[in-house]
C-alpha cells in the first residue's frame, strides 16, 4: 500500500487556486503594496545620501571602526554597480522581516501564554525551518505569478520561525519574581505582559529578529529564480553563464550587507553602543573641583 502525498497537495493547491482567488489577490496587493513603497525609497535614495545615513547609523550604534567599514565596503559596491540591485534586496528584506514580525511576535506572545498553544505550533514551525527552501518557491510562484510578491512571501514563511522561537523563549525566561510582583502590584493579564514580560525579553525577541534577517537575506537571493530581483539576479546570472566573476562580485555584495545588518541590528538588543557611549559616559562622569583635588 502507498501513499501518494503529491497527489494530494497538487490537489490542495488547485482547490486553492479556484476557491480563494480573491484572497490570494488581496494578499498580493497587500504585500506588493509594502514592498514597491519599500524599494521606491531606496532606489530613490541617492548613493552619497543613503551612503552617510548607514555610516552614521553604524558609528551610533556600533562604533567608529565599523562606521570605516561600511563607508568603504559601501564605496566597494557602488563601483562594482551593484548599489540600485542592493537596494532591490534590502528592500525585500526590510518587508520579509516587516510581516514575519508582525506574524511572528503574536504567535510567539500566545505560544508563551499556552502550553496548548506551544504544542501546536512548534512541530509547524520545525516544518518551516527543515523544508529546503526551494520548495517554498514552487507554491508562491503558483499562487501570485513570479516578482517581487512571491519573492517576499516565500521569504517570510522561510524566515518566520526564529522571531516566533525566541519570543516565546524570552518570555517563558523572564524571572518569576518579576512576574509576581507584577500580580503582587496588582498588574493585568495585559499589563503584565507590556510593562514586566516584553521589557525583559526584548534580548531575546531581538536575536529572533536578528536571525529571521539574517535568514530573510538568504532566502532572497534564492528568490531570484522567480524573479524576486536584486542582487540575487547577479549570482544567478553569474550559474546561468558560469561567469566566476559576476556571481563573486553578487556574493561579496551579499556578504556586505549581511555583516551591516548584522551588527546593527544585534546593537538594538543592547545598551546603547559605539563612540556616542564613551562621549556619554565621559559627560556623565563629575568633575573634580579645585577644592577636591586640593
Not at 509547524?124 to 505569478?145: C, E, K, N, R, S
Not at 530581483?229 to 561567469?243: A, E, K, M, Y
Request: charged share 10%; hydrophobic share 55%; glycine share 10%.
Amino acid at each position: 500500500m502507498t501513499f501518494d502525498i503529491g497527489d494530494g497537495v497538487d490537489s490542495a493547491v488547485n482547490y486553492i487556486l479556484d476557491n480563494f482567488a480573491p484572497l490570494l489577490d488581496a494578499i498580493a496587493l497587500a504585500i506588493g503594496t509594502v514592498t514597491n513603497g519599500i524599494q521606491g525609497v531606496l532606489l530613490a535614495t541617492p548613493f552619497l545620501l543613503g551612503l552617510a545615513l548607514f555610516v552614521l547609523l553604524s558609528l551610533w550604534r556600533v562604533g567608529i571602526g565599523f562606521a570605516v567599514f561600511t563607508g568603504l565596503s559601501l564605496w566597494l559596491v557602488d563601483h562594482m554597480s551593484l548599489w540600485s540591485a542592493m537596494m532591490e534586496t534590502l528592500s525585500l528584506v526590510i518587508a520579509s522581516t516587516l510581516v514575519a514580525m508582525l506574524i511572528g511576535l503574536p504567535l510567539g506572545i500566545a505560544m508563551a501564554r499556552s502550553n496548548r498553544v506551544a504544542a501546536i505550533v512548534r512541530p509547524v514551525l520545525d516544518l518551516m525551518q527543515t523544508m529546503p527552501a526551494f520548495v517554498y518557491l514552487i507554491p508562491a510562484a503558483m499562487f501570485f505569478g513570479l516578482g517581487a510578491v512571491p519573492g517576499t512571501i516565500a521569504t517570510v514563511i522561510f524566515s518566520m520561525p526564529p522571531v516566533v522561537r525566541l519570543t516565546n523563549l524570552g518570555i517563558r525566561q523572564v524571572h518569576v519574581e518579576f512576574v509576581e510582583a507584577g500580580n503582587a502590584f496588582g498588574c493585568t493579564a495585559a499589563q503584565l505582559l507590556f510593562k514586566v514580560q516584553l521589557p525583559n525579553a526584548i534580548p531575546s525577541i531581538m536575536a529572533g529578529v536578528n536571525q529571521t534577517i539574517m535568514l530573510s537575506l538568504s532566502m532572497v537571493v534564492i528568490a531570484s529564480m522567480i524573479g524576486a530581483g536584486g542582487i540575487g539576479n547577479t549570482v544567478l546570472t553569474g550559474i546561468q553563464r558560469l561567469d566566476v566573476g559576476t556571481g563573486f562580485e553578487g556574493g561579496i555584495a551579499v556578504v556586505i550587507l549581511a555583516v551591516i545588518l548584522d551588527r546593527i541590528t544585534q546593537s538594538l538588543g543592547k545598551e546603547r553602543a559605539g563612540i556616542w557611549r564613551t562621549l556619554l559616559r565621559g559627560a556623565a562622569q563629575p568633575q573634580a573641583t579645585p577644592a577636591a583635588a586640593a
